[in-house]
């Protein structure tokens, strides 16, 4: 017991963002740093009035701090700015783990089991047509056809991915890795616009099943990761149905209209045109220039679907409807108070 109490209390500290001081300032001192120190250390064990002050302090309930660790989330690649701390990107990771956890939990109460398959491994990626290549397998495999995507998220959520999203910084754009080695992991950033969310996701899709040779620089792995990305939102017939093979001119009335079709942003759109030839390296530098001031595309068209994740919810919903789980259950999986929960459950019978 003192060994999963010790590393859910250091769990629950990272993931609120304190240090061992500040945690026993946010206690009003009920107990010393030595004494934090030593119940993470598993070499002591906190009485159940110091419980319920930690519990309080870090907003979770009493049996967090004994429910038994059954995620590892390992091959973890970050994408930040260089101004996202330390501290700030383990409490992310933390946070996810947590939610993975409950998501396996309500899945095993469910009986659900799934496995992800990969269908791009056996594509070697060097080149810009390698990455076509790619794109246009992920889409056939998963008969996605060759028009835009309506919803990335459900895309993925289908597929046996965990796509978690976070409240989280600027700095913040996403990150993708592997729980218990087999099940993968896509986090984004829950404040970014739509266009950016979809982007996103398929660029971490990108670091979970693109087949990239060994030693290549992050730079360069990142820059095959876009280009995926890109290719998922608009291949490479689609879009030179859309806009031609080669242009000297594009301007800007098209690229909002593909903006809004395909949901992928015009800078993203101009990149790909790039990548395609449809124009070329002087052409994409002006444009470059041209959109400096509006990095946020702000007047420049919005794409009009929705991308949130939904089956984790959907699922501790029918766990608690088909009285698979209490409700108190279904409350604590959700990290929510049980009469939050109540009020939100409507069950129709």
Same mark, same amino acid.
């Given at each position: 017991m003192k060994e999963i109490f010790g590393k859910r209390l250091k769990s629950a500290r990272i993931l609120a963002g304190l240090s061992q001081s500040q945690l026993v300032e946010r206690i009003k001192g009920k107990v010393s740093k030595n004494a934090i120190s030593k119940y993470e250390k598993m070499e002591m064990m906190a009485d159940s009035t110091v419980l319920l002050e930690l519990s309080r302090a870090l907003n979770v309930k009493l049996d967090y701090f004994f429910r038994p660790f059954t995620v590892e989330i390992k091959n973890v690649e970050f994408r930040k700015k260089q101004k996202l701390s330390v501290k700030e990107l383990n409490s992310i990771k933390q946070n996810v783990t947590d939610f993975v956890e409950r998501y396996i939990e309500v899945e095993q109460f469910l009986n659900i089991t799934s496995s992800f398959v990969n269908p791009v491994k056996d594509i070697h990626i060097s080149t810009i047509q390698d990455i076509n290549k790619a794109a246009l397998k992920v889409r056939s495999e998963w008969q996605l056809g060759l028009n835009a995507l309506p919803n990335v998220v459900d895309v993925l959520e289908d597929k046996n991915i965990k796509l978690i999203e976070v409240d989280a910084p600027d700095e913040f754009d996403g990150f993708s890795g592997w729980a218990d080695d087999k099940i993968p992991i896509i986090v984004i950033n829950k404040n970014y616009k739509i266009e950016r969310k979809r982007l996103t996701a398929l660029h971490e899709l990108g670091h979970l099943i693109l087949n990239l040779k060994d030693g290549i620089s992050t730079k360069e792995k990142e820059r095959f990761c876009f280009q995926f990305a890109g290719a998922m939102l608009i291949p490479e017939s689609t879009f030179k149905n859309e806009l031609g093979n080669v242009r000297s001119y594009i301007s800007v009335p098209e690229l909002v209209a593909v903006k809004e079709?395909?949901?992928?942003?015009?800078?993203?759109?101009?990149? $790909?045109?790039?990548?395609?030839?449809?124009?070329?390296?002087?052409?994409?530098?002006? %444009? +470059?220039?041209?959109?400096?001031? /509006? $990095?946020?595309?702000?007047?420049?068209?919005?794409?009009?679907?929705?991308?949130?994740? %939904? +089956?984790?919810?959907?699922?501790? /919903? $029918?766990?608690?409807?088909?009285?698979?789980?209490?409700?108190?259950?279904?409350?604590?999986?959700s990290n929510m108070k049980l009469s939050e929960f109540r009020k939100e459950f409507i069950e129709l019978k």
């Open positions: 079709t395909y949901g992928i942003s015009i800078q993203a759109i101009m990149a $790909r045109a790039k990548d395609l030839k449809v124009i070329n390296e002087s052409q994409f530098i002006s %444009f +470059r220039k041209f959109i400096t001031q /509006n $990095r946020t595309e702000e007047g420049m068209g919005n794409y009009k679907g929705r991308e949130q994740t %939904f +089956r984790f919810n959907q699922l501790v /919903n $029918r766990a608690a409807a088909e009285n698979v789980i209490s409700m108190s259950k279904a409350a604590n999986l």
